[in-house]
């Protein structure tokens, strides 16, 4: 089993940042993609970011410019740093990692976070 637990969710004012950390740990061999989607009330959970094993990323064009998403594959960790936080950012945060478990198996398995709360809001 693989775990992914965030951290660094919170209440900022618009304008503000904030840095999400995720961290993977169990049974792990090697992980593909890893990415952030964010769920708003009401509203369907959408990609914010995504990375590649080798660095290549992808974003929602509401964040371009404004978010960057890193990882540091030694320590299967994806990191999103939020800038110029606005009110419609406010969303339930979850990370995402496809994750290969064994070297005799190539098969990706998909495992999300728990979710961290970000509120923007003055």
């Known amino acids: 089993q693989v775990q992914l637990v965030e951290s660094g969710g919170g209440l900022v004012q618009p304008g503000g940042s904030l840095r999400l950390s995720c961290a993977a740990s169990g049974s792990i061999f090697s992980i593909n993609n890893m990415g952030w989607y964010r769920q708003a009330p009401g509203k369907q959970r959408e990609l914010v970011a995504a990375?590649?094993?080798?660095?290549?990323?992808n974003y929602a064009d509401s964040v371009k410019g404004r978010f960057t998403i890193s990882r540091d594959n030694a320590k299967n960790t994806v990191y999103l740093k939020m800038n110029s936080l606005k009110p419609e950012d406010t969303a339930v945060y979850y990370c995402?990692?496809?994750?290969?478990?064994?070297?005799?198996?190539?098969?990706?398995?998909?495992?999300w976070g728990q979710g961290t709360q970000v509120t923007v809001s003055s």
């Open positions: 995402n990692a496809e994750v290969r478990g064994t070297w005799f198996d190539e098969r990706l398995y998909d495992y």
């Open positions: 990375i590649t094993n080798g660095g290549y990323t």
